[in-house]
């Protein structure tokens, strides 16, 4: 069986792409009382964070400028997430089992550890593009490969285009069903 490279190493001057990851990425966070601010007409103060994310903007609509944000979702080191402590919950979020989820291969850069990194779709963050762009301008990052990076892609489409249903069909019944 042949092995694909996870990542490629991609130079700072190098075009912004879907599947790169942007290490101290500064996200702003509004809060409660910057809402009322605004609907004020009030400059208010407002939270920043520092994350690791994984750009999940498609390619196509960065490069043609079809977008003026850049979606971002968090990455984070396997070994820091409680929930996943748990061998048989490890090996859900392997087999794509954790739909809030996705399990990259092992990572190294210059500032995050050599490990695995868990990108997690319960924090989306939307930066101004521009903004991704000047603050990649002068670093060099890593790029997730395909078919890494479209499955990658699938698991964040999976998880939003989940359904809720009112009721379900019980399981007993479907249990008990006779052919």
Not at 58 to 79: E, F, G, M, R, Y
Not at 118 to 132: A, L, Q, R
Not at 144 to 150: C, M
Request: glycine residues 2%.
């Amino acid at each position: 069986m042949q092995k694909y490279d996870w990542y490629t190493e991609i130079l700072a001057n190098e075009s912004l792409e879907q599947g790169d990851i942007i290490e101290k990425c500064n996200v702003i966070i509004p809060n409660a009382q910057s809402y009322d601010a605004i609907s004020n007409g009030e400059i208010s103060d407002i939270n920043v964070i520092e994350i690791n994310g994984i750009v999940l903007s498609q390619s196509c609509d960065i490069a043609n400028n079809k977008v003026d944000s850049i979606i971002l979702c968090p990455i984070t080191p396997l070994k820091d997430i409680e929930i996943f402590k748990n061998s048989r919950d490890r090996e859900a979020l392997r087999r794509g089992n954790s739909p809030a989820y996705h399990l990259l291969n092992k990572l190294r850069t210059a500032t995050l550890l050599e490990d695995y990194y868990v990108v997690s779709f319960h924090h989306i963050y939307s930066v101004p593009k521009k903004f991704v762009e000047t603050f990649i301008k002068s670093k060099p990052r890593k790029r997730l490969q395909p078919p890494y990076r479209e499955h990658l892609s699938q698991s964040f489409a999976r998880y939003f285009m989940r359904v809720g249903l009112p009721s379900d069909i019980p399981r007993e019944e479907i249990e008990k069903y006779k052919f």
